[in-house]
């Protein structure tokens, strides 16, 4: 995110350089006030009144009940902190000393001053989290100015670190140094960790610039360590997204990742941020480190009710448990900063464009996210796969708010639609008989309806990896589920012949099928990468290939000596005695795949959408969809 006119004024300049001499003992802690250059659009960040101007770049958490907002550089404090517990008031953070409320009143030292004063720095766009014990803030600093420098403004950015006891701070900057400062030429920015509530890990997302129209602009992400303030052991800088969708313009920004419902959702940015053309976007991502997929609905929150230009995306799970996201957006009809810097003067300076703080309720559909308002209809559910009856002439499709839909002669035995679910369905699997059927959830969580027997799960136990799979023994007295990693669950009669649960995998595992003697099985990963245990044999796999899409889901042939594994576009992949018949890897379709089913007989599939859509090949029948 580009950054404000920073322009000293009226009071705050004479009482930030008293107080930039004066040492204040907070904590055990030394901390020198440093005279935060104020936006000349906005006023005072007052200690403990209500706040409801100028707020760039929002970054919000919800510890106890109460929430606190963090932004970019506003009314003079460097990182100014609110606190609200409704998400309609918020007030600005109480003084910790006379007039002295900023959350970072020390940026990085090795950051680069901003003009001719060395207190002044270029400090922007703080993200925090709560990890190890302590609040962790990542937040950007300038440590270059130079015309020749590919960005906005000319300035090259750095990521750097700070921490407190309190989410009120004020937030600590012991480092030397920069945590991340990517290569190209405008550096980092737009720093936001994530803890995954599924496994405790810490990560960090962030943004680098890019040369807007010729380099993309990328946002990756990196596991952090224990405490939260350096990268793990071991760990590796991931691309999660790029610029490539139209709307998006030259650049993505902002990044912010979320779990809800069991399933991980990116957040971010895109465009020009003094437009009313800046926009977000969702994606949904299989961990937090990718693959992420997003949304063909983007962009999810755009210019209206005037609010222009919304961005700085911030995704959190309020105390209720719903989904909330913050943002900034433009007083119409400004996009822009005022045009000159003697406003104050004039007294027009709150007149003219600022970003200000928004919060909106997301409600999670099949084609994205709904903002605001009542959660869609039920209608509204992602379908996530299809299962085939034994006689191939019927199937159910299964949502991921627990919605079954039941066709030609598979049977309508339940769902878990109204239910409230810890996880997200993920898949679905037919009995032998075809006189039931289980639903799985992210979690490892069970559902049984009809004569499907409930054999155990693992919804009480914290996986290393969300769940993504299934697949039922031929006897129909147990089941298998496997998780993101590989690792292989085994229930009932389904015996463990083993697993990727300890092995790097290039790409996270998406699905997995069983042979026809239930003494093996196959895991599929996004990239077509096949695993082979048991009596599973290995047929070939898409692993070394470039392809359109990732892979979502597999199917087995009847006889065992073939299997077919489908991607987001519907295109097909046959291997083994698995025979292809036909595709939509060459149509625009409305929506990805997200699941498949073959025939008893072998001699065809189905393939459904995230709408609900299906699409039959071969032999076999289109008996009704979503």
Avoid at 105 to 115: H, I, K, R, V, Y
Avoid at 444 to 458: R, W
Avoid at 556 to 569: E, K, L, N, T
Wanted: proline share 7%; aromatic share 12%.
């Amino acid at each position: 995110m580009r950054r404000t006119c920073r322009t000293l004024w009226g009071i705050r300049t004479v009482v930030a350089a008293v107080l930039a001499a004066v040492a204040l003992v907070l904590g055990g802690l030394s901390v020198v006030e440093s005279p935060a250059a104020a936006y000349p659009g906005a006023p005072w960040f007052e200690p403990g009144k209500p706040y409801s101007a100028n707020f760039p770049d929002p970054s919000v958490i919800e510890v106890g009940g109460t929430y606190y907002a963090y932004a970019t550089v506003t009314g003079g404090s460097y990182v100014p902190v609110m606190t609200s517990t409704d998400l309609q008031t918020w007030v600005a953070r109480e003084a910790y000393a006379p007039y002295v409320n900023d959350g970072l009143p020390n940026p990085a030292s090795w950051g680069l001053a901003e003009g001719s004063d060395p207190l002044n720095k270029d400090v922007h766009a703080p993200g925090v989290a709560q990890i190890g014990g302590q609040f962790v803030m990542y937040y950007t600093v300038g440590v270059a100015h130079s015309a020749s420098i590919a960005s906005s403004d000319g300035w090259r950015r750095c990521i750097s670190v700070a921490t407190s006891t309190s989410p009120l701070g004020p937030f600590v900057d012991n480092s030397t140094g920069p945590v991340v400062c990517d290569a190209d030429p405008g550096g980092s920015i737009d720093p936001q960790p994530f803890v995954d509530p599924s496994t405790g890990t810490a990560y960090l997302l962030w943004k680098s610039e890019g040369v807007p129209g010729s380099q993309p602009t990328r946002i990756w992400g990196r596991q952090l360590d224990a405490a939260g303030t350096g990268f793990a052991a071991g760990s590796q800088p991931t691309v999660l997204a790029f610029t490539d969708q139209g709307w998006e313009g030259n650049l993505i920004e902002n990044p912010s990742m979320v779990r809800y419902q069991g399933q991980l959702y990116l957040f971010y940015s895109g465009n020009d941020w003094e437009s009313a053309n800046y926009a977000m976007g969702s994606a949904r991502c299989s961990t937090p480190l990718g693959p992420c997929e997003k949304s063909w609905s983007n962009p999810l929150l755009a210019s209206r009710d005037g609010q222009l230009g919304p961005g700085g995306s911030s995704a959190f799970i309020d105390a209720q448990g719903r989904l909330q996201l913050a943002y900034h957006w433009w007083n119409a009809p400004y996009s822009s900063y005022p045009a000159y810097p003697g406003c104050a003067a004039t007294s027009t300076c709150t007149s003219q464009g600022q970003r200000r703080l928004g919060i909106v309720e997301l409600h999670p559909t099949w084609y994205g996210f709904e903002a605001g308002g009542d959660p869609p209809p039920f209608g509204g559910d992602l379908a996530v796969d299809v299962a085939s009856t034994p006689s191939g002439q019927g199937y159910v499709i299964a949502g991921a708010f627990g919605r079954v839909n039941s066709y030609g002669d598979a049977p309508a035995v339940g769902s878990m639609a109204g239910a409230t679910l810890n996880s997200l369905i993920v898949d679905a699997a037919m009995t032998p008989s075809g006189d039931g059927y289980w639903l799985l959830g992210g979690d490892g969580g069970v559902f049984s309806f009809g004569d499907a027997a409930f054999y155990g799960s693992t919804g009480s136990i914290r996986l290393n990896q969300p769940v993504v799979g299934m697949a039922a023994t031929p006897s129909g007295r147990g089941y298998w589920f496997v998780a993101a990693d590989g690792g292989v669950f085994s229930f009932g009669d389904a015996a463990f012949y083993g697993s990727t649960g300890s092995i790097r995998l290039n790409q996270p595992v998406v699905g997995m099928a069983a042979t026809p003697s239930g003494r093996g099985y196959w895991l599929v990963a996004s990239d077509g990468g096949i695993f082979a245990f048991g009596d599973a044999a290995f047929y070939g796999s898409t692993g070394s290939l470039a392809l359109n899409r990732p892979v979502v889901a597999m199917s087995a042939s009847p006889s065992g000596s073939g299997y077919w594994f489908v991607a987001s576009d519907g295109g097909i992949f046959a291997f083994g005695d698995a025979a292809f018949y036909g595709s939509t890897g060459g149509l625009v379709l409305n929506q990805p795949v997200t699941g498949m089913a073959t025939s008893p007989a072998g001699t065809g599939y189905w393939l459904v959408a995230s709408d609900g859509g299906i699409f039959a090949f071969g032999g076999v029948g289109f008996f009704g969809s979503q």
